[in-house]
């Protein structure tokens, strides 16, 4: 099986922001510097989020001139108060992804500690000050991971990895809940080989994932996004790639276009480029932008307003 954790280790350690314009324009200086501001702020939560990714962190406008060794980490002269908490069950338990409303935060990951199989998937809520609220496991008697968690205000999804279901050696897994923790339902995809979906995003009418396929497609991995309604019923897929190895890690939409960014061995320089890949909200591809170094290149965040897309 392809270890595919090993590329986004790598790229945790890193902080590149790189910024796309949806289309050309000239900028004031003006808006250059709001933009390197911008960019700035970036790159650390990048760093925080990439270093800390098991803690979980509380924003808000006290100024604190004190700093403390308990629950609360105070940071002299700025206005940034954080929290964090740790979830032991005993054996090993990791974070990926996080999620949250204007009441709860929701971490999505994996546990070899609780479940029924090697790992399964964990989803835990948490209140805004840090109190945990419930926390729910998906899986069966292999290896479950859990990649990302997005919500919409009344249902949260969950996706990653299955080997206990499905008909592949590891199939993508999109798991529904309610509020509360309740599952509603649970799908899987892939072919005989590995499939996995890292990230997702949804606009209130549809489900969309972003991952990775080597069941299908034109090359040895190809980066891979799937649609799915709210009832768990697949629209359709799509996979882009070349003959070599590709990955999607992160996807964001509007009400016009889904991005997708990963990296890729097919095209570019050949040593692993960041690929960007637009789409329309039918699947079909629109284009795609490449960023290389002599090294290899990751794009394992993707993010977007009105103007510009940014990716880590």
């Excluded at 590329?7 to 910024?19: E, H, M, V």
């Excluded at 324009?25 to 800390?52: C, D, H, P, W, Y």
């Excluded at 709210?230 to 999607?248: C, E, L, V």
Aim: charged share 15%.
């Amino acid at each position: 099986m392809i270890d595919h954790h090993s590329d986004l280790k790598r790229a945790s350690r890193f902080g590149i922001i790189i910024y796309f314009p949806f289309e050309d324009k000239k900028e004031t200086n003006q808006e250059r510097i709001q933009m390197q501001k911008r960019m700035e702020v970036g790159l650390m939560l990048s760093i925080l989020f990439g270093a800390f990714c098991t803690l979980v962190f509380a924003i808000n406008t006290s100024c604190h001139s004190t700093f403390t060794m308990n629950d609360t980490i105070a940071i002299s002269g700025s206005k940034l108060e954080c929290f964090n908490r740790t979830l032991d069950g005993g054996d090993s338990e990791y974070a990926s992804s996080i999620w949250g409303d204007s009441e709860s935060l929701y971490t999505c990951g994996s546990t070899r500690s609780e479940g029924a199989g090697e790992h399964d998937l964990l989803l835990v809520k948490w209140s805004l000050n840090g109190t945990q609220v419930w926390n729910r496991t998906w899986g069966g008697v292999n290896h479950e991971f859990g990649y990302c968690v997005w919500g919409d205000g009344s249902v949260i999804y969950t996706c990653g990895s299955t080997s206990s279901f499905g008909v592949g050696n590891s199939d993508i897994m999109l798991v529904k809940w309610l509020m509360n923790g309740t599952q509603v339902w649970n799908v899987t995809w892939g072919g005989w080989n590995d499939d996995y979906g890292s990230s997702i995003w949804g606009n209130g009418d549809a489900i969309f994932i972003c991952g990775g396929t080597s069941s299908f497609g034109k090359g040895f991995y190809d980066l891979l996004l799937l649609k799915y309604d709210s009832n768990g019923t697949q629209a359709w897929n799509a996979t882009w790639g070349g003959t070599n190895m590709d990955n999607g890690y992160s996807i964001w939409g509007n009400s016009m276009n889904i991005f997708t960014c990963g990296y890729s061995n097919s095209i570019g320089d050949g040593s692993g480029d960041m690929i960007v890949v637009k789409w329309n909200l039918d699947g079909d591809q629109i284009q795609n932008f490449t960023w290389a170094s002599p090294e290899l290149e990751l794009g394992v965040s993707l993010w977007g307003d009105d103007n510009y897309l940014y990716t880590h």
